[in-house]
């Protein structure tokens, strides 16, 4: 990679797109040859796994962390940077996302059903003929990993970085089976460098519409139905196989068949499934349905968890809380009010994480649908407006993350031995108006400049205010 | 067993009508019944006299004249025949085989279109609802913002020319929605529309509406005033000379409350003729349709609320809510096949606060008068058609059975093809 | 009629103050008093007294004395009904009601998808209806699997099913299952069967298959019993497991059909395959065949006067229920719509017009037959001693058009009181009003500020994804 880099001097003409791209882009990584060794000092620490540090200092040392405290030696070689005034969190994580995936993103219109809880087709696309039945297997490609699929060059890599994202668990969106998720940091030339887990969860959607007409399934419980049959296909196919193995003759052969394979594999390796569930009547019945397909399940969406708390707590279920709250669309009829439990609804989404927090469930935060990854923050800051202690703010985005997706003996903390994955800030990383200075990826440092104006706004819409029917 | 004694009693007097209106030229006295004529109070022990078609004599001391076929109706009730003001009777025999179906014509703006023209009066729905004490109906082409033209038919007669009330009755207009039509197909098809867009069609339905009634205008001029030469007939537009004139009212369908008050104002500002139906929001803009003056056609009252948050009762309450505010009402079926479910939508309101006397004034005599045809229809008066039924009591009550039925001064069966499936099948072995 | 169902549905435990009452209310002694009670087994009493202990009916007689601490119910001038049983509903669920893509779709079970949200309940309850049977849509020759529910509003998804009674599956035949009235989308396929031998041939190989399946697996649990080792077992099969449940009597089936041939059709495949239908639902020419029917111990569950409908609902007539229950079948009129299921009452006061049924046999159709038919006779469909306090108190004789339902009880619980329901309307307005308010400050405020992400247009995530209708089922 500094390999690379270092060609890049040797051309002036790309030196010059370089610096053209520069002035584009808000932030870059600072320099090709940044030396493997960098200590942070004098700055305000927050470990996450343990009490803030005062005029602490940290030291990285070949993408790793080697040192967090006090008074710890700075190695000469350390590029030290003065952190006077800053504080040093963990990297964020964004614990279900497709930045990486661009091919992911237009999910929504393309049919297949989407993650989380949008109503989308049944339909998947590249299927010309329509389903007749779970044989088909439809929406369902478990074989795809998001590590296969990541394109380092989505520009939203680095937006999500600058927002203080350093790490995201990217999955494939489409079907009921979309595919498997990958652990990935958020920096590097190359998917092999960006990679920290791979696979790490295997990832079912439950959400779809339906009715007459379409393939199967084209309802919802058509779709639980099939989500059922995988799995108890999978475990027949592992019994099966076992069998089958241990004394082929004279026996007739297992028939092949790749969602099997790889669902079992998944399951064989203790993969969480992650299975989407936004209402507490989502909730509730993904409690009662998911045990029978997988011991070691994850829900996300969850915005309604504040009426479900309880019930996932003694469940011991980890969730993924979606921090795009509801809100009221954009193009309502202005007259039209909206039902009260839909206003409810609205009102008490964001409760949602201090009511896991208060019943003691392990949650991590993600931002899919959010199109600027400076609103991920800002959003999860209506989630302390309502009660949620900024402390566990915190960990739901560094720590806890790391824990429900396997990976908090590398990531989550600044420990000793963790990849060295920060961001420092000019103050509480909840304030709006604090700024992010420094990202580390990997020990690699990323300066975040000043912004001239946000991002453009997501695709979504216009302005608010804009609309005056 | 008491049915069929009953029934046999029935068939002998219906002996005497062999077919609907086979002979206009009878005297009928009915004696010895409580009259509601729904132009007073009750009458006890009444006779009605009924001759040539219409009502000649109603009283306690009204005497049957020489020749008439006297109907001893002691312990039964008389009412004026009921009235379902926005039904597709006639036009529709199975729903789900489109061959059957006239109701819809191709097109956004058809004027021209009678609905009369295409009721087939030997539909099998006709003698069903008619069992029901329904004696007359308008029915309403469909589809489209200008839908065509009503017609208000008796139920009765070998053709529409013996059955036509008013061949033309109404222009029925399909207020444009300000709500996301429905899905209905859902899957991959389905793409909620946004309310700009909803909003830019609204206004452009609306215009073009207004723009169809401006140019019957000029139309209308340039016929009276034009030399007939440099002058194009335009059948549309002809159609709609008589509702720029004021001379046929509209029946104008709109659910929401938005809509109706749009489309009041429209009607107002037109000087048109409104007859509003379909109006399930009615009751937010009840005090606009009071001082306007709109009289309202209600879908059934056994509908379900139309928001989420609504009282579970919204429906039920509403025609006893229009009324207490001086609202005119009529109850409706607004279909064919479920036409004979009209006196239990009033029933149902009168359960939830309506007055019994208004419910049944709301499927006789309040419909007769928002087309203009309450000279004719709609009470028991002498110098009107006699359309009446003779029922065992409340018409409006679920077991209340109609004994006799006449229309148009005529003694007409109630047989139908339920009757006669019912007596074939009953006796299968 | 405009249904607006979200899919993210919204759990709101307490939308009418009569569920706060009825929680409070739990676990206790009641005694509804004064009222002429229709008990449906043991003719009318007047100025009774029902007694009603932990949610069970503990006494019925007059002038029953109230126990200490009890809650009294006066219901003078006022009439008691078991509650109401719609013996074919499609309340309570979220998504579609038909799996509809293909012609068996019995892999798909309603128990999985009950939404206790859905309004329906609401309202269904609030006309008296207290257990429903919730059916898979009649797409599909052989259709989903289905349950019994009590209308217990408020309570979550969990606590709606009716607890021991024996779950469904849904058959239809005719007109819908050929789709006959179905448009096929361009690019796709008629799906089989397109009339009604293919019909037939549908459940008939299905129950072929499933005999196969059941026959593998005896054939496995014995070897395996007998200690065979290395054995693999037969591969599960979430379609045929429950039609295997049908052949071994532990599944209803609630089949949907109108026509007289397609009813002995299925009487006769039945006959072929040793299993029983339990009801016929529609059934609209059961009339036809009652004799039939009757012989086979089929209930049979019917509209009270729709018709023309469709082609195969032309000869359907209102005396259908009076000519089926003269001939000795077990009939029940049902709603098959959250609308119809408010009056059941009144619908089945009709018979006794088209048919001359009693009084009795009349309520019958909406209480005890509905409970018979879905095997749940024992403890609700009459007032009687043992039996859940299901119960709806009405302002008049409930055959007459003008009987309003004042108070439901299920499980003894009051779920809907009228005059509850009316004094909480303020609060709700309120509460909304307030919610909006605060909506608008926060929009307003968050306009004041850069930068953030503009709120969905297409509601892409909650709260409000635009929902197609609910994908109707027909009847």
Redesign the interface.
Known sequence: MIHRRRHAFVYPGIVVLALALAALIPAQRAAADDPPYFAIKGARIVPVSGPVIEDGTVVIAKGLIAAVGKDVPIPPEAWVIDGKGLTVYPGLIDALSDVGLPSATPA?SA?GA?R????T???VPAQQT?????EDRPGTTPWLVGADELKPDDKRIEQWRNAGFTTALVAPTRGFFPGQGAVVNLAGERASEMVVKSPATLNVSL????????????????I???V??VF??TA?YA??SA??E??PNG?NR?PYDRTERVVSGAVRDREPVLVSA?????I??AL??APQWNPRFVLYGV??GY??ADAIAAAKVPVLV?L?W??????????Q???????????R?PSTPAALAKAGVPFAFYA?????P??IV?NAGKAIAAGLSADAALRAFTLSAAEILGVADRLGSIEPGKIANLVITDGDIFN?KTKVKIVFVDGQRFVVREEER?PQ??P??????E?Q? | MKTTIRLLRIAALLALALAPSARAQEAYAITGAKVYTLAGPPIENATVVIRDGKIVAVGADAKAPAGAKVIDAKGLEIYPGMFDPWSELGLAEVGAVAATVDTTELGEFKPQLVAGTAVNPASAHIPVVRASGITHVLTAPGGGTIAGQATIMNLAGWTMDEMAVRRSAAMVINWPA??PRGGG????A?RAR???E??QEYDKRVQELGDWLERARHYAQAAEKGSAAKFDRDLKLEALVPVVEGKLPVLVLARGA?EIRDAVNFCEKQKVKMVLADATEAWKVKDLLKQKNIPVILPPTQSLPR???DPYDRSFTQPAELVAAGVKIAFSSTAYEFARRLSQQAGVAVAYGLPHDEALKAVTLYPAQMFGIDKELGTIEPGKLANLIVTTGDPLELRTEVRYLFIKGQLTSTDNKHRQLWEEYRKRP | MKR?K????????A?SASVAHAQAQSSGVTLVKNATLLTITHGTIENGSILIRNGKIAAVGKDLPAPAGATVIDAAGQYVLPGIIDCHSHIAV?????????SV?S????A??????DIEIQRDLAGGVTSANIL?GS?NSIG?QTLVIKLRWGQ???KLPFEGALPGIKFALGENPKRSN?TV?PG?QRRYPATRMGVEDTIREAFTRAMEYKRQWDDYNRRKAAGEQ????P?????LEPLVEVLEGKRYVHSHCYRADEILMLIRVANEFGFKVRTFQHVLEGYKVAKEIAAHGAGASTFSDWWAYKMEAFDAIPYNAAIMAQKGVVVSINSDSGEEARHLNQEAAKTMKYGGLSELEALKLVTLNPAIQLGIEKRVGSIDVGKDADLVIYNKHPLSVYAVPQKVLIDGQVYFDREKDAAGRAA?DK??KD??E??KKA?EA??R????????????????????ER?GERP
Not at chain 2, 185 to 188: I, T
Not at chain 3, 6 to 13: E, F, N, S, T
Not at chain 3, 107 to 110: D, E, H, L, R, Y
Not at chain 3, 230 to 233: D, R, S
Request: aromatic fraction near 6%; include cysteine; charged fraction near 25%.
């Open positions: 929504q049919g989407g989380g809880a949008q109503p087709p049944a339909t329509p389903s007749r039945g779970p959400q779809g519409t339906g009715g007459f007409g379409g393939g199967f399934p084209n309802s919802l419980m058509g639980l139905a099939y059922h049959q108890v296909d027949w019994e099966a069998a089958y241990k004394h026996a297992i936004n209402s507490a009547n989502q509730y019945r009662r349905m915005q309604e009426a479900a979606n795009r509801p809100e009221r669309s954009r193009d309502a009829d202005p007259d009010e909206d039902s009260l439990r839909v206003l409810r609804f609205r009102d989404a899919e649908g959010i199109a600027n400076k609103d800002r709006e946000p706004r997501g979504q819409g216009p302005p608010m205010g609309v029917p | 300000l709500q197909g859902g899957g991959a389905f946004t309310f700009t909803i909003k938005r928001e989420e948050d | 607006n979200w899919i993210l549905a919204v759990a709101c435990l939308l979220e998504g579609s009601v038909n799996e509809g893509s293909i779709s892999m798909a079970n309603i999985d998808v009950l939404d206790p949200d898979h797409a989903g979550p998804a969990s179905s989308l796709t290395n054995l693999i077992p591969r599960r099969d979430l379609q709700l509460e909304r919610l909006i605060k909506e929009a968050a306009r500020r850069p930068g953030q992400t503009p709120p969905n247009r297409t509601g892409e995530t909650p709260p409000n994804p635009p929902q197609p994908e």
